[in-house]
């Protein structure tokens, strides 16, 4: 059984979840390979104190390369899985928003 501080992992920032959370109100948090949208809303919920409208979950694939003499794939990124969580436009996860 997953508790709410094992299904959300740590949060993805990168310059396309900065527009997301800036435009249109939607956070991105990579979550436990096990972890399902309604125990993603239920974390999210919990821990952040906002309102939760829609939850989608996406399964990021693994990264391969190749390398060597041989030129054989290697991987270099193990797959993850994310979820994109969107809150009601009033309200902000004061995390990703930094200092205030």
């Not at 919990?46 to 041989?70: E, M, S």
């Not at 990124?77 to 200092?99: L, W």
Request: proline content about 4%.
């Amino acid at each position: 059984m997953l508790t709410i501080y094992d299904v959300l992992r740590r949060p993805i920032e990168t310059e396309k979840t900065r527009y997301l959370s800036s435009k249109l109100h939607q956070y991105v948090f990579e979550v436990a390979p096990k972890a399902t949208k309604p125990m993603v809303k239920k974390a999210v919920q919990d821990l952040f104190d906002v309102d939760v409208l829609k939850v989608q979950i996406v399964v990021v694939p693994a990264k391969k390369g190749r390398r060597g003499k041989l030129r054989r794939e290697v991987v270099r990124n193990a797959e993850y899985k994310k979820a994109i969580v969107t809150i009601r436009a009033d309200q902000s996860i004061n995390a990703f928003e930094g200092v205030q």
